[in-house]
């Protein structure tokens, strides 16, 4: 996985924001809460329930990081 950048991020509309973020918790094993992700990732084949458990590699933490400051940045919905 590459390192986003902010400026390529804030071309992203909010729900794109919320798909890649969450996209990357999804292919590290976590077991999504909500009708909405469960509806978009599916948790079949999850393994992780507590999202600070999640093992993230620097540069996936590094862009959720950056994701969720744009999303601030936006006033974009949780």
Same mark, same amino acid.
């Given at each position: 996985m590459n390192q986003f950048t902010k400026a390529n991020l804030r071309q992203l509309s909010c +729900? &794109?924001?919320? =798909?890649?973020? &969450?996209?990357? #918790?999804? +292919? &590290? %094993? =976590?077991? #999504?809460?909500?009708?909405r992700a469960q509806s978009y990732f599916d948790n079949a084949g999850c393994w992780v329930s507590d999202q600070a458990q999640v093992k993230l590699s620097l540069i996936e933490r590094q862009n959720v990081g950056s994701i969720v400051q744009? +999303? %601030?940045e936006r006033g974009c919905p949780k």
């Open positions: +729900e &794109n924001l919320w =798909y890649v973020r &969450n996209s990357i #918790f999804a +292919e &590290n %094993g =976590y077991c #999504f809460r909500t009708k744009v +999303e %601030g």
